[in-house]
């Protein structure tokens, strides 16, 4: 409705547009009209348009002209892009965007996850906790298999904090390797909780533009175990390899659940010096870089 989008700009020295979709390109036109810079962000990696499909890795080529689609029917249009990693952008200079000039910025963890919870770390218990929607990029089904090869697997419950086109499947395979799995949506706050009381994150996604979610469990502390995946940024994050495991690799992964668990002194030590490395990507330092962009 382009009268919403007047009404909306009216007062605006500036638009910022997130998605390269119908609204994002009539938002443009409009502001263009009214001659009002614009700027855009890329947000929408196309690999979960693929994955999405259920194409899984032989999905690149269409991820490849998802792309180009991008490229010609939106981003060449807008000069300067807001990337929340490195990954994303280096991927767009691969890509050959050569129209537009890339701002690396997170985007942010919001205060609320900042906490200081007194975590026992040799306990009779251990919770993995894992954050994401349930679709096959990202790779929830890796954790479920690895825990299942673990020493520790029956004393580890796992909560897959999420919701998706993938529950039935996760739940069923969970049920056949006979886990304590718990599967739940919850609210920003209850989150917070679980993150508080977890023992180690797991972040076991193929394909991520940058992963808040896992920023968002580190900032609380905990320490992760992050898939090491060509297309995902999150690993860029992790502090060594005792945190990295081939993506898709269960096996790998339960050799390094079980160091984490097998090592509480260790993971008490690394749980600080993640937390202090995480502080760089609060959501008022992403606002101060973003003004100072603009």
């Known amino acids: 409705d382009k009268k919403v989008y007047k009404e909306a700009f009216k007062d605006a020295d500036l638009v910022h547009l997130f998605m390269p979709f119908k609204a994002s390109k009539v938002a443009r036109r409009v502001a263009k009209k009214m001659n009002i810079p614009v700027t855009g962000a890329f947000h929408a990696q196309p690999e979960h348009i693929s994955y999405g499909m259920g194409l899984g890795r032989f999905g690149r080529p269409i991820a490849w002209l998802v792309y180009k689609w991008f490229k010609f029917s939106f981003f060449n249009k807008i000069k300067h892009i807001h990337c929340p990693t490195k990954f994303i952008a280096d991927e767009l200079k691969r890509q050959n965007y050569k129209k537009n000039i890339t701002h690396v910025i997170t985007n942010g963890i919001d205060d609320s996850f900042f906490t200081n919870p007194k975590r026992v770390y040799e306990k009779e218990e251990y919770t993995l906790l894992t ?18 090869q673990s020493k520790y697997r029956d004393k580890i419950k796992i909560i897959l904090a ?41 972040h076991p996604a193929e394909a991520e533009i940058e992963g808040i979610s896992a920023l968002e469990a580190i900032a609380s502390g905990l320490v992760p175990i ?39 002194e260790e993971r008490e030590k690394m749980s600080f010096e993640y937390q202090k490395h995480i502080k760089n990507y609060n959501i008022d330092t992403a606002i101060s870089l973003l003004e100072e962009k603009i």
């Not at 954050?131 to 479920?144: A, F, H, V």
């Not at 898709?248 to 509480?264: G, M, V």
């Open 131 to 148: 954050i994401g929607r349930y679709s096959s990029e990202k790779r929830q089904n890796t954790l479920l298999k690895a825990v299942a």
């Open 226 to 264: 992050v898939a090491d995946s060509r297309i995902s940024a999150t690993k860029q994050f992790t502090l060594d390899e005792r945190s990295l495991y081939k993506v898709r690799d269960y096996k790998e992964l339960a050799k390094k659940i079980d160091y984490w668990l097998d090592n509480p």
């Open 162 to 202: 999420g919701q998706g086109p993938e529950e039935k499947r996760l739940k069923n395979l969970a049920k056949k390797l006979n886990l304590n799995a718990e599967f739940n949506f919850y609210t920003t706050k209850d989150l917070i909780e679980a993150i508080k009381y977890a023992d180690l994150y797991i």
